[in-house]
């Protein structure tokens, strides 16, 4: 078992995530469920995000209530977003954060349930499902991610993700949280937006409605379509199984720092 967990779960990944997991609180009459280790119980919700299992079978139910519990302690006090962050900041402080260019993008999951954020999808014959929006890096790094429903515009969502991208740390200077080009595709061709990204002083690459020539757009897209297919291999983003969207954007955010990961892993091989 302790096999399985460092594997699901390697010290270098489980050494941030004890920097935002919250203690386990104590109960000075005794009694109450035994609570699991920290690490196992993350290794546990790792191994459902990545294989996609539900139902009796995923070893998150199996392992009872105390799994489920600090699950949903994790979840509200958002545990996956800060963890999201700090690997993109030790990315940030090698100098492997590339800020000239920037994607934004967005994918569609069917919903089985008709919970919050989640709406009918006008590609997928009014089925319910919701969309999950992402800010990509030039080398294809997420950034910040949010999810809405399907029915809902792109145009409604460049400024939500805009905004939320979080101060992340530079090799030299201050924080930064700007790109200076965003890259985008003909959903978000409104004069309003390409006034409010310059206004912020962000130089928008977006595709002319009823362009067909796509090449010079593509040349830096294909980064973000690379990131959504990575997404895909989080097997439990195929479908959305929970009524509310904090336990759906906690395996988004999940998924997004496990790409993260990667990267900082492949440069910590690659340097000297």
């Not at 104590?26 to 690490?39: A, D, I, L």
């Not at 392992?63 to 940030?92: C, F, I, M, N, Q």
């Not at 759906?248 to 900082?264: E, G, P, V």
Request: aromatic letters at 6%; glycine letters at 10%.
């Amino acid at each position: 078992m302790a096999g399985i967990v460092e594997r699901l779960v390697p010290d270098d990944l489980w050494e941030p995530f004890q920097q935002v997991v919250l203690e386990a609180p104590s109960r000075p009459q005794g009694g109450g469920w035994r609570r699991h280790g920290g690490h196992e119980v993350l290794a546990a919700i790792v191994f459902v995000a990545t294989s996609g299992c539900s139902g009796g079978s995923c070893p998150q139910r199996r392992s009872g209530r105390p799994v489920r519990r600090a699950t949903a302690e994790w979840t509200k006090a958002r545990v996956w977003a800060k963890l999201h962050r700090l690997v993109p900041d030790e990315l940030g402080s090698r100098g492997e954060l590339d800020w000239s260019r920037c994607a934004i993008d967005s994918v569609n999951m069917r919903a089985l349930n008709r919970g919050y954020l989640t709406g009918p999808n006008p590609v997928d014959r009014g089925k319910y499902g919701s969309k999950i929006h992402l800010i990509t890096k030039r080398t294809g790094l997420p950034l910040p991610v949010g999810i809405s429903g399907a029915n809902v515009h792109d145009s409604q969502a460049l400024t939500p993700p805009v905004q939320g991208i979080p101060p992340i740390r530079s090799r030299r200077g201050p924080r930064r949280r700007k790109p200076g080009k965003l890259h985008d595709d003909k959903g978000h061709d409104y004069r309003h937006l390409r006034q409010w990204l310059s206004q912020r002083g962000i130089q928008h690459r977006i595709t002319r409605k009823g362009r067909r020539d796509l090449t010079r757009l593509g040349r830096h897209r294909w980064t973000i379509e690379r990131t959504m297919a990575r997404l895909a291999g989080c097997r439990r983003l195929h479908r959305r199984y929970e009524r509310k969207a904090e336990p759906f954007l906690a395996f988004t955010s999940l998924a997004c720092t496990l790409i993260c990961y990667r990267r900082l892993k492949t440069t910590s091989i690659a340097a000297p």
